[in-house]
């Protein structure tokens, strides 16, 4: 048995660049991979789907170019050429993170599939079929989540497609049918929309994105129903069948029967912890009932010196969440700090277009806490800059507390609607108030003035 300081186990979002601090600081440290390095993210996350979506952006904006007066006389798309880009960028931004990791003096890293076998001590299975028995004083777990696959009559007999498997289609679909409405239906979905797929997207609540404000998701709803994407909600899928080269989803829509026919489904029904053959239980880390790690604000599990950092420990699934979780290890147990996860601000952007990009709370949040707040909202058909574009899609909007005029959240649907919501989260973090942003003074024409003008909104 090799005995190690520290092991990680993944190396996703939060495990590659801690396992390189650990072994900084000193320690002798191990990160154990059982796929590639870089994890979800890298490999099958953001930066491939971005990747691809900068491409739809492109095709769309060439096949409405001719409202700017720009006629292209006609284009095709590609798609063995996006897939191409798209491997290159993964490749080069995973073989970036390997050899970071390789040239890091106190760091194996090690291919194979960890499971815990006893209290600190784990299992490889190594990539040749080997195995390796490894010890350490201290664990981090960060070993991501994997696609949930919902309970459906017929599911396993059809060739249905993930968000991973989806990006290495050999062709676009024809006609694509979601199942889902979150992050990955929609963007996905508006992807293959502009690649000439005809969608179908099968939501089983009420509406989309219900954690998000109604007018908003609404505002989502037209943009994309504008591009001829169907949105059915209120739908559980019955049954699902191959036919010929079809599929055939039996729906109950709203109580009524409905049938669709198509050529692929793509599953975006959430995502689930991997945490079901990690052997958790030898080494007594407790588990919810949803199978997440859990873990107290500082990313303590049940058993002293094993930690869970990422997805894996469930709340906001995130790149940067991940990333924050090194940052609040890192300072704890690298720099002797006193870190916590508690009250962090959680941003995030939905790469949609127009991007959805939020930080903080919703106007509905803010109503169920019974919090005194005022709620400044404009559409972008006032933002100058996005008449200037030709692009008045979406709205923004945010809340603020009503006591001491400082922002609590805001939802920013607009042409980079990330960048600019982060404006609005740094006024969160430095405590300006909305006030100071409505008499601010920021170049003409951006997007940042038109802050001047939404919170002029509440003047009236
Ligand atoms: C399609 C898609 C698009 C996304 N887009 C965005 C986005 O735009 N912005 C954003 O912030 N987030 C996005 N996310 C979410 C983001 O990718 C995740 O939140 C993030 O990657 C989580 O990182 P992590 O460190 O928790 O784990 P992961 O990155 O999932 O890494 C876990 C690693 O552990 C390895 N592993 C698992 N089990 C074992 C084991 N037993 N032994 C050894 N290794 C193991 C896995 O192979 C993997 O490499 C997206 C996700 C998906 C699926
Ligand atoms: N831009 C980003 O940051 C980004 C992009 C993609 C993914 N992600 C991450 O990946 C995670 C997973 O994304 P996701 O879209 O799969 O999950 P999600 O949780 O965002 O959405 C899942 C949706 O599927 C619906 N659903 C579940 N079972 C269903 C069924 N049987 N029939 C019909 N609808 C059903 C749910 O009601 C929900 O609306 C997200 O939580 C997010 O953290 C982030």
């Known amino acids: 048995m090799e005995k190690y300081d520290a ?65 292209v006389g006609g284009y095709t798309v590609d798609f063995h050429e996006i897939l191409d880009r798209k491997n290159e960028v993964v490749q080069r931004m995973r073989g970036n993170s390997e050899k970071g990791i390789k040239e890091t003096k106190n760091l194996d890293l090690i291919y194979g599939t960890a499971v815990f076998t006893g209290p600190k001590e784990i299992t490889v299975t190594l990539n040749d079929g080997s ?43 024809e006609h694509l049918a979601i199942i889902g409405s979150g992050y990955i239906a929609l963007e996905f979905g508006q992807m293959f929309r502009r ?23 609404e505002e989502i709803v037209k943009i994309l129903s504008e591009e001829d994407i169907k949105i059915i909600t209120d739908c559980k899928v019955e049954l699902i069948k191959n036919e010929g080269h079809n599929i055939n989803l039996f729906l109950n829509v709203t109580e009524q029967e409905a049938n669709i026919s198509c050529t692929h489904v793509l599953i975006g029904a959430g995502r689930k912890p991997q945490t079901t053959d990690l052997g958790l239980d030898s080494a007594g880390v407790e588990i919810d009932e949803k199978g997440y790690v859990k873990v107290n604000d500082k990313l303590e599990t049940s ?5 869970a950092l990422g997805d894996v420990k469930g709340g906001p699934a995130f790149t940067h969440i991940a990333y924050d979780d090194y940052r609040v290890i890192r300072k704890n147990i690298i720099e002797k700090g006193n870190e916590s996860i508690k009250d962090r601000l959680v941003p995030y952007c939905m790469f949609i277009d127009p991007q959805l990009g939020r930080v903080g709370i919703t106007e509905q949040e803010a109503k169920e806490s019974g919090k005194e707040v005022l709620v400044a909202k404009m559409p972008n058909s006032s933002v100058a800059r996005s008449i200037e574009t030709g692009d008045t899609r979406g709205m923004m ?16 649907l607009a042409e980079e609607g990330g960048e600019i919501v982060t404006i609005l989260q740094l006024a969160m973090m430095g405590g300006i108030t909305y006030e100071q942003l409505k008499e601010g003074v920021f170049a003409h024409p951006t997007y940042a003035e038109s802050l001047n003008n939404l919170f002029m909104t509440l003047d009236k």
């Not at 994997?146 to 249905?160: L, Q, S, T």
């Open 397 to 412: 909007k945010a809340v603020i507390d009503k006591e001491t005029g400082k922002i609590l959240g805001a939802s920013v």
């Open 303 to 307: 058993v002293e010196g094993i930690y």
């Open 131 to 173: 195995e390796q028995v490894l010890s350490a004083d201290k664990f981090f777990i960060n070993v991501g989540e994997k696609p949930a696959i919902p309970e459906i009559d017929g599911i396993d007999k059809i060739n249905y497609l993930t968000s991973t498997s989806i990006m290495e289609l050999e062709e676009i679909p």
């Open 7 to 71: 092991i990680v186990i993944g190396s996703g979002q939060a495990g590659t660049p801690l396992s390189k601090r650990l072994a900084e600081s000193g320690l002798k440290t191990a990160i154990i991979e059982k796929r590639w390095v870089g994890g979800t993210c890298v490999n099958d996350g953001c930066s491939p789907t971005k990747t691809m979506i900068a491409s739809a952006k492109l095709a769309w904006s060439v096949a409405n170019s001719e409202k700017l007066g720009v006629h």
């Open 195 to 217: 690649f000439g797929s005809k969608v179908t997207i099968l939501e089983q609540s009420e509406r989309i994105l219900r954690h998000e404000d109604e007018d908003i998701a």
